[in-house]
């Protein structure tokens, strides 16, 4: 059973003061979930023990919905089932949120997924100190934050190979996506593989703001393009899924044939790529399962130190070659 810290202890965490912490603590006892003892010391009641060693675990996202972030929480509530674990769904809407330090110091394990928002320094400092949190799909590990990467950035130029193979030598790069460190890494490797093919291309960055569609902005910039006669690549590779529906749809508004006349790849496209027309070329990143059990594992044993290297990710990212890339076509 993990002891309950002092008020004083319990404020700090939370970042309230001693007397909210113990006006919170009042609170608890008052419905019976805590007792305080002759010698003044809160323990929990047991009559409700058979809840205390139930893991108590919270997925922490940003308050709008993509599918990438579904992916993390199905996989989240997938594994969580497999043991004595309960898991919360948290939003939050900016880093500012008190939500997230009350969150931190409510639960057992907290799975963390940031927003493209840059975490001010006051707020990462914060987290660096938590013993319960994980964070998935980007790396904070210099931070001492165990983390969870399935698409190492450097995996783009993978895509940028498969349409090298292919014959193609002149692929432009595509991202509608906010800015953030792994969208940023994912486009600077991009860069660094052109340099070192030699190969023409350019980078159409057209990010949206926070919250907003990605796939609408990734069509209007595609169609400026093809309306004003200036998009002459005929390989793309596309940042994330959502820039590459729109890139596809804006080609096949404008008569392209996608997988003849220009071949379109994506850094991601979950289960539902390989189901699309054309099918999408895509990396396949690997199960989360296994990962997210390592975690589950490490909240489990409680203010254990964590094992191993803090971030975690496939040495190898399997490419799923779909109807979209194809050979070089004579022009």
């Not at 309960?86 to 639960?107: E, G, K, S």
């Not at 169609?223 to 590779?237: C, H, I, P, R, S």
């Not at 975690?295 to 254990?304: E, I, T």
């Not at 496939?314 to 076509?329: K, R």
């Amino acid at each position: 059973m993990r002891e309950l810290p002092t008020e004083q202890e319990l404020a700090d965490e939370v970042g309230v003061s001693r007397m909210t912490a113990r006006r919170a603590l009042i609170e608890l006892m008052n419905k019976g979930l805590l007792v305080r003892k002759p010698h003044g010391k809160v323990v929990i009641n047991q009559e409700h023990a058979q809840f205390v060693d139930q893991l108590r675990l919270a997925f922490l996202g940003p308050a709008f919905s993509s599918p990438d972030f579904e992916n993390w929480r199905f996989a989240v509530e997938r594994v969580t089932a497999k043991f004595n674990a309960t898991v919360r769904n948290v939003d939050y809407v900016h880093w500012d949120d008190p939500v997230i330090p009350q969150t931190l110091a409510a639960f057992d394990g907290v799975f963390l997924v940031l927003s493209s928002e840059k975490i001010p320094p006051s707020l990462l400092e914060r987290l660096s100190r938590s013993k319960n949190l994980v964070a998935l799909g980007s790396d904070l590990s210099e931070q001492g934050i165990p983390s969870v990467r399935l698409l190492p950035p450097i995996c783009v130029q993978q895509l940028a190979d498969h349409l090298f193979d292919l014959g193609h030598r002149n692929i432009d790069c595509l991202n509608a996506q906010p800015h953030d460190d792994v969208i940023q890494s994912r486009m600077e490797h991009w860069s660094q593989w052109q340099r070192i093919h030699k190969v023409e291309g350019r980078l159409i960055d057209e990010p949206v703001a926070p919250f907003a569609s990605v796939a609408p902005k990734a069509y209007a910039a595609m169609k400026k393009l093809l309306d004003a006669n200036q998009f002459t690549a005929t390989g793309l590779v596309c940042i994330t899924d959502g820039a590459a529906t729109g890139a596809i749809r804006a080609l096949h508004d404008a008569g392209k044939t996608v997988g003849q006349d220009v071949s379109v790849c994506s850094v991601e496209s979950g289960e539902l790529g390989s189901m699309q027309v054309p099918s999408r070329t895509m990396l396949n990143p690997p199960d989360p399962g296994p990962y997210i059990e390592v975690c589950v594992d490490w909240f489990k044993r409680r203010n254990d130190a964590w094992l191993g290297p803090m971030l975690i990710q496939p040495a190898n990212i399997p490419l799923f070659v779909g109807e979209s890339t194809g050979q070089i076509q004579d022009r």
